[in-house]
T-cell receptor, first 110, second 109 residues
């Protein structure tokens, strides 16, 4: 079985630009969560989606948005990038009892 | 506010030297506690889920235990390949995982 996949692996953007990150959950999982992990810290919750509906939102500005598609894949969009948005962005696929994480997308904002 | 605290921040052990990592949390309706292993630049790898006080789970050299206010990850006779950051996360029943800052474990050959 394929695990959680994320694309792209790495991304370099300039301040003020916009970025879209993509995630495909484990087959059969209907819920996807997004987390931001800054170097040296634990992941911070951004969004959770279940059956295309937003189920939870963390303490992030409105520049962050997400959506989930009928095939349960998801996109995270960040507008007006700031230097502080540089981080590892993680997607988690939620099963009955736990969340499985993808390899992440490393975003660098210059 | 729901909080998760891990200690120590970093731990260096000789190969074969057993020890424990701690995860404490504010007691407010814990629905589940999770342990993950994370290698540098990679996503967290799921290890264990614990749901109730007194529960224990084991996997190879790792054993996780849970009380009403903290969890321990015991590592027995560790090997260099056990070197990683170990993350603890709690589901407080609000549709998200709240993570600690992790313990960076280094096993010296």
């Amino acid at each position: 079985d394929a695990g959680v996949t994320q694309s792209p692996t790495h991304l370099i953007k300039t301040r003020g630009q916009q970025v879209t990150l993509r995630c495909s959950p484990i087959s059969g999982h209907k819920s996807v969560s997004w987390y931001q992990q800054v170097l040296g810290q634990g992941p911070q919750f951004i969004f959770q989606y279940y059956e295309k509906e937003e189920r939870g939102r963390g303490n992030f500005p409105d520049r962050f948005s997400a959506r989930q598609f009928p095939n349960y894949s998801s996109e995270l969009n960040v507008n007006a990038l700031l230097l502080g948005d540089s981080a590892l962005y993680l997607c988690a696929s939620t099963g009955p009892y736990e969340q499985y994480f993808g390899p992440g997308t490393r975003l660098t904002v210059t | 506010e729901d909080q998760v605290t891990q200690s120590p921040e970093a731990l260096r052990l000789q190969e074969g030297e057993s020890s424990s990592l701690n995860c404490s949390y504010t007691v407010s309706g814990l629905r589940g506690l999770f342990w993950y292993r994370q290698d540098p630049g990679k996503g967290p790898e799921f290890l264990f889920t614990l749901y109730s006080a007194g529960e224990e789970k084991e996997k190879e050299r790792l054993k996780a235990t849970l009380t009403k206010k903290e969890s321990f990850l015991h590592i027995t006779a560790p090997k260099p390949e056990d070197s990683a950051t170990y993350l603890c996360a709690v589901d407080f029943g609000n549709e998200k995982l709240t993570f600690g800052t992790g313990t960076r474990l280094t096993i010296i050959p």
